[in-house]
């Protein structure tokens, strides 16, 4: 059994950082893809970053590209999630995901990932 755990979020002024953490546990994490999806109240899940099972290659969209970074140490079991110059509309509950299948895959697609953590909010004031 997989199971993902988040960690980090919270409450910071536009233009902060925080920096969230997923630890994985119970399979082989290195050989997993992993991303992170958010999801605001009343919109859908959507694509924030993902990294391969080496990190040699990554996937931003336009909206987080220079402000978010996506790393992992797979002797730790965790992949992160650095966020930079935080707007209030990067206000949501973040999620780990990660599948075995994705390893060499930095897909943006949600059903991609069959593995899921429960979620970190995260609120940008203005």
């Known amino acids: 059994q997989v199971q993902l755990v988040e960690s980090g979020g919270g409450l910071v002024q536009a233009g902060g950082s925080l920096r969230l953490s997923c630890i994985v546990s119970?399979?082989?994490?290195?050989?997993?893809?992993m991303a992170w999806f958010r999801q605001a109240p009343g919109k859908e899940r959507e694509f924030v970053a993902a990294?391969?099972?080496?990190?040699?290659?990554?996937n931003y969209p336009d909206s987080v590209k220079g402000r978010f970074t996506i790393s992992r140490d797979n002797a730790k079991n965790t992949v992160s999630l650095q966020m930079n110059d935080l707007k209030p509309e990067d206000t949501a509950v973040y999620y780990c995901a990660a599948d075995p299948l994705r390893r060499w895959s930095v897909t943006m697609t949600t059903n991609a990932y069959s593995y899921w953590g429960q979620g970190t909010q995260v609120t940008v004031s203005s």
């Open positions: 990294i391969t099972w080496r990190g040699d290659r990554t």
């Open positions: 119970g399979r082989a994490f290195s050989g997993y893809g």
